[in-house]
């Protein structure tokens, strides 16, 4: 039936920090896992598509954090949430990043779903998850564990409430 079958149809939008060499090294991963997904048509990640190239550690055209740079990454980020069908959050419990939290906001205000896959180095005990944070994301994966992102259904996403961490 074509409403069950796997559909390479899905837009993912990858949200996730890129500050340190473990956050840039988990979105390599993300994207070959995400790559073998047969639901997942396109994945954007918003650091593939820089403006002007400009990256804290590269700024050819020299505009990394000028206004003119701030502004078009804003509408850029703004236009693919837009575009997206859902989102999957990599999503560092150890470091967290407000600008996941506003793109959060965005795909909730939008009605989209957010997949978020946790990333945490303690126990979950030791960890605590503002309730609206908890709230907006519509599934919670299991933390520290890309193949889940495999064989998700990104076609058809289902909830999934049960925080892995106390909610406060």
Not at 49 to 57: E, G, H, R, V
Request: charged share 20%.
């Amino acid at each position: 039936m074509k409403n069950t079958q796997a559909q390479p149809i899905t837009k993912v939008y990858l949200a996730t920090s890129f500050f340190n060499d473990q956050q840039k090294a988990r979105v390599t991963k993300a994207l070959e896992v995400l790559e073998t997904n047969a639901t997942v048509g396109v994945v954007h990640q918003p650091f593939d598509f820089q403006y002007k190239d400009a990256l804290i550690d590269h700024d050819p055209a020299g505009v990394f954090g000028t206004l003119e740079w701030q502004v078009a990454t804003y509408n850029n980020d703004v236009n693919a949430v837009g575009n997206s069908d859902v989102c999957v959050a990599l999503y560092d419990m150890d470091q967290e990043d407000v600008g996941i939290a506003f793109e959060f906001g965005m795909f909730v205000a939008l009605h989209k779903p957010i997949i978020l896959l946790p990333f945490s180095q303690k126990p979950a005990e030791d960890y605590e998850v503002n309730l609206m944070l908890a709230r907006g994301v519509s599934t919670w994966l299991q933390p520290n564990d890309f193949d889940q992102l495999a064989d998700f259904n990104f076609n058809h996403p289902m909830a999934q409430p049960n925080v892995p961490y106390p909610v406060i």
